[in-house]
């Protein structure tokens, strides 16, 4: 098992469960801006948030968002520790940082000293883009084990001043170096593990990537928390991560829909009738599966493991509840019984 740090409130690590993170796209000066991104990721379950943070202006900003946000901030430096102590010092939860770039042993023991002082964890984020000349000559370019040593200099770095609140990230923008750059640091620390495919993409491509490399490393036992990187609204990154913890059986709040593929024997529009039961169940979280079966065949077998399942006749839908038939509706009233069906199970599962 890893060891455990506390991002604030957020354990990650030692058995936690998987905590799901983004990152704001809005310019972290633009307090008000960054605020109302923030409440929106909130609001769709990200557990701990990031902002960049570029400059002195962008340090002197965090405090006023940290004062009206509710879940813990990190602060993405590169190079400059002046400015991770000024995060520090406005109240941030976290540090994403690497020791090794910010210029000498000094500033490393600055930089621990603050952390210290602060109790907060560091993130020591590696980049196959970023790599250290000497290891991409060793290994003749951005190679898992090169991402590893990049990694374990940095934490070595802090280690020597008695740091071990430590959290490392080894990110790839190609999903096999990026899994086995993580399955080689599970073998030789047991620090928590942020893991991620970097730049994944747009919305389709940057799903189905982050959804192979992240799930592949949950299958293995490895990640702590996780972040998935869209090239989109960072919503919908949070939105993927917990589809994917979902997937996997790492969360269980919210609907399950399961639904088939339809094929010849479908005589009702299931593709809409899916899609829109989907779209309504999406802001509940008690865990419920719903079967939204198009036909006889495989619809009462399905359903009867679902609490609320519907198998389609002939534009019809015989509706199930707990694996019981309970009755017969036509087309154009199937998602709104069906929606019945799922508040009346809802009620007794709240009752
Ligand atoms: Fe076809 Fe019925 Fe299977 Fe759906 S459940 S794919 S309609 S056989």
Redesign the pocket.
């Known amino acids: 098992m890893t060891s455990k740090v506390m991002v604030g409130g957020v354990p990650v690590g030692g058995g936690a469960r998987v905590s799901v993170q983004s990152m704001c796209n809005t310019d972290t000066r633009d307090v008000a801006a960054t605020v109302a991104q923030i409440a929106a990721l909130a609001r769709a379950g990200c557990e701990i948030v990031r902002v960049a943070v570029p400059d002195m202006a962008a340090a002197q900003a965090l405090g006023a968002i940290v004062a009206q946000i509710s879940i813990p901030l990190v602060a993405d430096i590169h190079f400059d520790y002046r400015l991770a102590i000024a995060a520090a010092e406005a109240g941030v939860q976290k540090l994403r940082i690497n020791p090794g770039n910010i210029g000498g042993e000094e500033k490393v023991r600055a930089l621990v000293a603050c952390a210290r002082a602060h109790h907060l964890p560091i993130r020591i984020g590696v980049n196959a883009g970023s790599l250290e000349k000497d290891i991409l000559a060793k290994y003749g370019g951005p190679t898992p084990q090169g991402m590893v040593d990049s990694a374990l200099g940095h934490v070595r770095l802090l280690e020597r001043e008695g740091f071990e609140d430590i959290v490392i990230s080894l990110k790839a923008s190609d999903v096999a170096s990026t899994v086995a750059a993580y399955r080689i640091m599970a073998r030789t620390c047991d620090y928590p593990l942020h893991i991620g495919v970097t730049e994944a993409g747009t919305a389709r491509m940057g799903t189905i990537k982050s959804a192979i490399g992240i799930g592949s490393l949950l299958l293995d036992g490895i990640g702590d928390t996780l972040r998935v990187s869209l090239t989109d609204d960072p919503v919908r990154e949070v939105e993927t991560g917990l589809d994917i913890l979902r997937a996997i059986g790492l969360r269980k709040d919210g609907v399950s829909v399961i639904s ?4 010849g ?2 005589q009702v529009d ?1 593709v809409a009738i899916a899609k829109e039961v989907q779209r309504r169940v999406r802001d509940i979280r008690t865990p419920l599966t719903v079967a939204v ?3 006889v ?3 009462p077998g399905e359903a009867r493991y679902a609490d609320v399942g519907m198998a ?1 006749g002939r534009d019809t839908a015989v509706l199930f509840r707990h694996g019981e038939r309970i009755r017969t509706v036509r087309g154009a009233h199937i998602v709104d019984e069906l929606m019945a069906e799922i508040q009346r199970v809802l009620a007794e599962k709240q009752g």
């Open positions: 088939c593929p339809t094929c024997r479908t299931l079966m198009g036909c065949v495989n619809g389609g």
